[in-house]
């Protein structure tokens, strides 16, 4: 039902939607990975391309986020190179995000609205690039996705903190929309439409001519669908993996080690003592003391806990110095100076008076260090390694942005360099349909297509803390039709499709034309003279076609039917020249949901959505309004054109 909504209202929503989820530095960074190095399509310089208000859009900065959106659409697309995209809207759409994002900022400011450092920092720390294998926030990662990405720690706060704005304004701008009953009822009777018809295929092969196309033909079409045959992007990989057990048999802690180890701990290695205990916890001490005169009267301490409203609570094995910390030193005292099934207390705690009793005591005796020597020395060989796996992590990082090699480090290092063929974005070989990467190349690819040809090489992590690849881009296929000979058979065949659907075109538009002016279709059909496949029968509502909206499955021909007039004929063509559709609607059932109070609610809850987007959309112009937005046409057309590969 939503789609079928958002297609009525897309043109009012495009610029909120394009807007609405405020992820921005989300979109920065973990949509393109924060690990990339440098951007695509070497944008270069830091004119103005936007003021807005009393902040100032930098060609820079717009360039290098048109750059991750584009990464970040080719991952899912790998067919889509970076001028299709911009062509498309890509840039634009960009732009208009991000002179959104600073109207908005500057109109809070303006205003007096504030993101404090504090709520700043929280967000940063939750963004996954920046944590460590621990979960928490790691600076070393911070800095480093930072200078890898090209920015620096002011820019991403100011990010952060014009998020943090529009969130707080936005939230409310559409809240409470009031949407009219009148408006409701004709929009969900919508919903209960049916409509019946027929689909009659004419396909292109009914029309084809076996003989050899002419070559100046075949190259003409050929270079005119010349992006049918576009292979994307290709990427040649060079990688080196390496893994934390190569330090296994190479790290060995010293005996001063051992020892300085075993002294420094020495308190885990001492003799201890734990005790089971059960307990109770009462509010007064006069209370407690009365129970504690019960049990001593014979009352077991379940019973007089009971007895009082109370249950007694197990504790379990616990050392002294743990049970002080989890009550007082005080309740731990006093249950550590009684014999085993005694009662101690009672004693205070910040929780009330605890009488507790002794259940059982376990003597555990010291250690020495003869006999912990084994425990030390995996503690002490499983640090020293993590230590030299980030060591030499670091050290490669440093030594690639020395200038070294892949093959000079690989060489130092004795590692295995391995090399792809040409990749796509998604592993696959072109050239060869049965290959199939390793599964590291899961990680390698996004980083691999990221970066520019001439960047250094990268590490990448595969399994944290275990296993990492040094990657290379060794070479750059860029994005082109192969040559005619290679594919010319294909070529030939879809050239003889083309033909073939436009006298395809020419039958199916005679056949529509006859139906709308009254002929049957079998008739038209008869009349065509040309052998066709017999028409199929159709029926469906609204509900069936949002529903299938939803899911991504709608028929063109079925689409059309509920667009069109009842007992009119329309012409379609059917994707690929594969030939012409020709669509009859039959008859229209009108959907009366007045008296459908379960369809009126969810579609007056749907509507109350699309007028908070649309009052949310209005927000952001009046804002804009207000501070003042001031393109750079130039500029703005230089960075396009530059991005498109132009001087």
Same mark, same amino acid.
């Given at each position: 039902?939503?789609?079928?909504?958002?297609?009525?209202?897309?043109?009012?929503? $495009?610029?909120?939607?394009?807007?609405?989820?405020?992820?921005?530095?989300?979109?920065?960074?973990?949509?393109?990975?924060?690990?990339?190095?440098?951007?695509?399509?070497?944008?270069?310089?830091?004119?103005?391309?936007?003021?807005?208000?009393?902040?100032?859009?930098?060609?820079?900065?717009?360039?290098?986020?048109?750059?991750?959106?584009?990464?970040?659409?080719?991952?899912?697309?790998? $067919?889509?190179?970076?001028? *299709?995209?911009?062509?498309?809207?890509?840039?634009?759409?960009?732009?208009?995000?991000?002179?959104?994002?600073?109207?908005?900022?500057?109109?809070?400011?303006?205003?007096?609205?504030?993101?404090?450092?504090?709520?700043?920092?929280?967000? %940063?720390?939750?963004?996954?690039?920046?944590?460590? @294998?621990?979960?928490?926030?790691?600076?070393?990662? +911070?800095?480093?996705?930072?200078? #890898?990405?090209?920015?620096?720690?002011?820019?991403?706060?100011?990010?952060?903190?014009?998020?943090?704005?529009?969130?707080?304004?936005? !939230? !409310?701008?559409?809240?409470?929309?009031?949407?009219?009953?009148?408006?409701?009822?004709?929009?969900?009777?919508?919903?209960?439409?049916?409509?019946?018809?027929?689909?009659?295929?004419?396909?292109?092969?009914?029309?084809?001519?076996?003989?050899?196309?002419? /070559?100046?033909?075949?190259?003409? +079409?050929?270079?005119?669908?010349?992006?049918?045959?576009?292979?994307?992007?290709?990427?040649?990989?060079?990688?080196?993996?390496?893994?934390?057990?190569?330090?296994?048999?190479?790290?060995?802690?010293?005996? /001063?080690? %051992?020892?300085?180890?075993?002294?420094?701990?020495?308190?885990?290695?001492?003799?201890?003592?734990?005790?089971?205990?059960?307990?109770? =916890?009462?509010? !007064?001490?006069?209370?407690?003391?009365?129970?504690v005169a019960k049990i001593n009267g014979g009352t077991s301490l379940d019973q007089a806990a009971?007895?009082?409203?109370?249950?007694?609570?197990?504790?379990?094995?616990?050392?002294?110095?743990?049970?002080?910390?989890?009550?007082?030193?005080?309740? @731990?005292? @006093?249950?550590?100076?009684?014999?085993?099934?005694?009662?101690?207390?009672?004693?205070?705690?910040?929780?009330?008076?605890?009488?507790?009793?002794?259940?059982?005591?376990?003597?555990?005796?010291?250690?020495?260090?003869?006999?912990?020597? *084994?425990? =030390?020395?995996?503690?002490?060989?499983?640090?020293?390694?993590?230590?030299? &796996?980030?060591?030499? *992590?670091?050290?490669?990082?440093?030594?690639?942005?020395?200038?070294?090699?892949l093959s000079d480090v690989a060489k130092a290092e004795k590692l295995k360099v391995e090399s792809?063929?040409?990749?796509?974005?998604?592993?696959?070989?072109?050239?060869?349909?049965?290959?199939?990467?390793?599964?590291? &190349?899961?990680?390698?690819?996004?980083?691999?297509?990221?970066?520019?040809?001439?960047?250094?090489?990268? =590490?990448?992590?595969?399994?944290?803390?275990?296993?990492?690849?040094?990657?290379?881009?060794?070479?750059?296929?860029?994005?082109?039709?192969?040559?005619? @000979?290679?594919?010319?058979?294909?070529?030939?065949?879809?050239?003889?499709?083309?033909?073939?659907?436009?006298?395809?075109?020419?039958?199916?538009?005679?056949?529509?034309?006859?139906?709308?002016?009254?002929?049957?279709?079998?008739?038209?059909?008869?009349?065509?003279?040309?052998?066709?496949?017999?028409?199929?029968?159709?029926?469906?509502?609204?509900?069936?076609?949002?529903? #299938?909206?939803? #899911?991504?499955?709608?028929?063109?021909?079925?689409?059309?039917?509920?667009?069109?007039?009842?007992?009119?004929?329309?012409?379609?063509?059917?994707?690929?020249?594969?030939?012409?559709?020709?669509?009859?609607?039959?008859?229209?059932?009108?959907?009366?949901?007045?008296?459908?109070?379960?369809?009126?609610?969810?579609?007056?809850? #749907?509507?109350?959505?699309?007028?908070?987007?649309?009052?949310?959309?209005?927000?952001?112009?009046?804002?804009?309004?207000?501070? $003042?937005? /001031?393109?750079?046409?130039?500029?703005?057309?230089?960075?396009?054109?530059?991005?498109?590969?132009?001087?």
């Amino acid at each position: 039902m939503i789609s079928f909504f958002r297609r009525i209202f897309s043109s009012k929503l $495009g610029l909120f939607l394009t807007f609405c989820f405020i992820g921005l530095i989300a979109f920065a960074f973990a949509t393109a990975d924060v690990t990339s190095s440098g951007t695509f399509g070497g944008v270069t310089g830091s004119g103005t391309a936007v003021k807005i208000g009393d902040s100032k859009l930098t060609t820079s900065e717009l360039g290098q986020s048109v750059n991750n959106a584009f990464r970040n659409e080719q991952r899912q697309n790998t $067919g889509l190179d970076l001028k *299709t995209y911009i062509n498309g809207g890509g840039f634009d759409s960009v732009l208009d995000r991000l002179i959104n994002s600073f109207a908005i900022a500057d109109f809070g400011t303006k205003y007096g609205m504030a993101a404090g450092k504090r709520l700043v920092d929280g967000e %940063i720390a939750n963004i996954g690039a920046f944590q460590g @294998a621990d979960g928490q926030f790691s600076e070393e990662n +911070f800095r480093r996705a930072l200078q #890898q990405q090209g920015l620096n720690e002011t820019q991403l706060r100011d990010d952060f903190t014009r998020n943090l704005l529009a969130d707080q304004l936005l !939230t !409310t701008a559409g809240f409470g929309a009031a949407v009219p009953q009148k408006l409701v009822v004709p929009y969900a009777s919508l919903l209960l439409e049916s409509r019946e018809g027929q689909i009659a295929t004419v396909p292109s092969v009914a029309f084809i001519d076996n003989k050899k196309p002419a /070559k100046a033909a075949l190259e003409a +079409f050929y270079a005119k669908n010349a992006s049918r045959y576009t292979i994307p992007e290709r990427r040649t990989i060079r990688y080196a993996l390496f893994e934390k057990s190569r330090f296994n048999d190479k790290i060995k802690p010293t005996e /001063k080690e %051992i020892a300085g180890y075993y002294n420094l701990n020495k308190p885990r290695y001492a003799a201890s003592e734990t005790r089971n205990l059960n307990q109770v =916890i009462v509010p !007064t001490e006069a209370a407690a003391k009365a129970l504690v005169a019960k049990i001593n009267g014979g009352t077991s301490l379940d019973q007089a806990a009971k007895s009082v409203g109370l249950s007694a609570a197990e504790v379990g094995s616990i050392s002294k110095a743990d049970f002080a910390n989890s009550a007082s030193q005080a309740v @731990a005292n @006093a249950a550590f100076a009684v014999r085993p099934g005694a009662i101690a207390g009672p004693a205070q705690s910040a929780l009330g008076w605890h009488i507790v009793k002794v259940e059982a005591v376990k003597q555990i005796p010291a250690r020495p260090l003869d006999q912990v020597r *084994t425990e =030390i020395v995996n503690e002490l060989t499983r640090s020293k390694i993590e230590e030299a &796996m980030a060591e030499l *992590t670091v050290r490669l990082e440093d030594e690639f942005a020395d200038g070294s090699t892949l093959s000079d480090v690989a060489k130092a290092e004795k590692l295995k360099v391995e090399s792809t063929p040409a990749l796509l974005a998604n592993g696959q070989n072109p050239n060869d349909q049965n290959y199939r990467p390793i599964p590291e &190349m899961e990680r390698i690819l996004p980083i691999a297509f990221a970066v520019e040809a001439d960047s250094e090489p990268q =590490i990448v992590e595969i399994i944290p803390g275990q296993q990492y690849a040094a990657v290379d881009v060794d070479d750059i296929t860029e994005a082109a039709p192969p040559p005619l @000979a290679q594919i010319e058979q294909l070529v030939t065949r879809d050239y003889m499709l083309d033909q073939g659907s436009k006298k395809a075109k020419a039958v199916a538009d005679k056949i529509a034309k006859a139906v709308s002016g009254g002929t049957s279709l079998a008739k038209a059909i008869a009349d065509a003279g040309v052998k066709l496949p017999n028409p199929e029968r159709i029926s469906a509502t609204r509900a069936d076609l949002a529903r #299938q909206s939803q #899911q991504g499955q709608v028929p063109p021909p079925l689409s059309l039917m509920f667009s069109m007039a009842q007992g009119t004929a329309k012409s379609l063509a059917a994707p690929r020249d594969q030939g012409w559709f020709v669509v009859v609607l039959d008859k229209l059932n009108r959907g009366d949901a007045s008296k459908r109070d379960d369809l009126l609610t969810a579609t007056k809850t #749907q509507f109350k959505q699309v007028f908070g987007n649309e009052y949310t959309a209005q927000f952001i112009e009046a804002m804009k309004a207000d501070i $003042g937005v /001031k393109r750079n046409e130039d500029s703005l057309a230089a960075l396009k054109n530059q991005l498109l590969g132009g001087n």
